[in-house]
Antibody, heavy 119, light 113 residues
Framework: EENLAETGGGFIQPGGSLSLSCAATDFIVSAHSMTWVRQAPGRGLEWVAILYDGGATYYADSVKGRFAISRDKSKNTLYLQMNDLRAEDTALYYC?????????????WGHGSLVTVSS | DIVMTQTPLSLPVRPGESASISCRSSQSLFKRDDAHTYVDWYVQKPGQSPHLLIYTLSSRASGVPDRFSGSGSGATFTLKISRVQAEDVGTYYCMQHAEFPFTFGQGTRLEIK
C-alpha cells in the first residue's frame, strides 16, 4: 500500500537547523512531484515547498532562502532541510505527493512530523 | 498571492441534512490552456492528516462517496455534502494550485448537531 512517513522533527532553538525526511512506500518518489505542507498548532494548512519530478523547486516566501527541498533516489526519500529556524516555523510538517496526471492535487499525505522552535 | 476565503468557518449540521461550504479566490483559478480550474478540496478529520476529496473543481478523488460534490467556476467554488453522516466531522479546506505560492482557505469546521 502506498504510504508516506515523515521523521526528523523535534525541539530546536531559534537559529538552529533541522532536516525532515519523508520515506515513501510502494511508489517511486523521483518519478513524482512532491511537496511539503505545514500546520501550526491549532491553525490551518500552509504550503511550504514543492519539488517537481523534473527537478524544479518553488518555495513559500516565508521559507525562501532558509529551507531546501530535495530527494534521494537511492533511498526513495524526500527531504526538507530547514535552516535559521524561527518560532513561527513551529508546526506539524506533512509531506504529500502531487498527482500531476490529475493536474496537481495532493493525493497522498504522510502523518506529519512535529517541529518545535523555542528557546 | 491568491487569497482563498472560506465561509462559513463553522458549520453545524444535523445527520441526514445537506451542507455547503463556499470558497472564493482573489483571482480566477481557470487556466485557458488546459481548460481546468485549479481548486481542490481536502478534509482533515480529528487527529488525522488531511486527505483529498475533490480535485480540479469537481472531480471526486478515488474512494470518495458521491455524497461529496464540487462545483463553481472562475473564482467561486462550493463543496456540497449530501446526507451528512457523523463520520463527516472534520475541517474542510479549499486549496488553489493555479499559481505559486499554493494557498489554502482558512478551513471550515463541520460539526454534527
Amino acid at each position: 500500500e502506498e504510504n508516506l512517513a515523515e521523521t526528523g522533527g523535534g525541539f530546536i532553538q531559534p537559529g538552529g537547523s533541522l532536516s525532515l525526511s519523508c520515506a515513501a512506500t510502494d511508489f517511486i518518489v523521483s518519478a513524482h512531484s512532491m511537496t511539503w505542507v505545514r500546520q501550526a498548532p491549532g491553525r490551518g494548512l500552509e504550503w511550504v515547498a514543492i519539488l517537481y519530478d523534473g527537478g524544479a523547486t518553488y518555495y513559500a516566501d516565508s521559507v525562501k532562502g532558509r529551507f531546501a527541498i530535495s530527494r534521494d533516489k537511492s533511498k526513495n526519500t524526500l527531504y526538507l532541510q530547514m535552516n535559521d529556524l524561527r518560532a513561527e516555523d513551529t508546526a506539524l510538517y506533512y509531506c504529500a505527493r502531487v498527482n500531476v496526471k490529475l493536474y496537481g492535487p495532493l493525493d497522498l499525505w504522510g502523518h506529519g512530523s512535529l517541529v518545535t522552535v523555542s528557546s | 498571492d491568491i487569497v482563498m476565503t472560506q465561509t462559513p468557518l463553522s458549520l453545524p449540521v444535523r445527520p441526514g441534512e445537506s451542507a455547503s461550504i463556499s470558497c472564493r479566490s482573489s483571482q480566477s483559478l481557470f487556466k485557458r490552456d488546459d481548460a481546468h480550474t485549479y481548486v481542490d478540496w481536502y478534509v482533515q478529520k480529528p487527529g488525522q492528516s488531511p486527505h483529498l476529496l475533490i480535485y480540479t473543481l469537481s472531480s471526486r478523488a478515488s474512494g470518495v462517496p458521491d455524497r461529496f460534490s464540487g462545483s463553481g467556476s472562475g473564482a467561486t467554488f462550493t463543496l456540497k455534502i449530501s446526507r451528512v453522516q457523523a463520520e463527516d466531522v472534520g475541517t474542510y479546506y479549499c486549496m488553489q494550485h493555479a499559481e505559486f505560492p499554493f494557498t489554502f482557505g482558512q478551513g471550515t469546521r463541520l460539526e454534527i448537531k
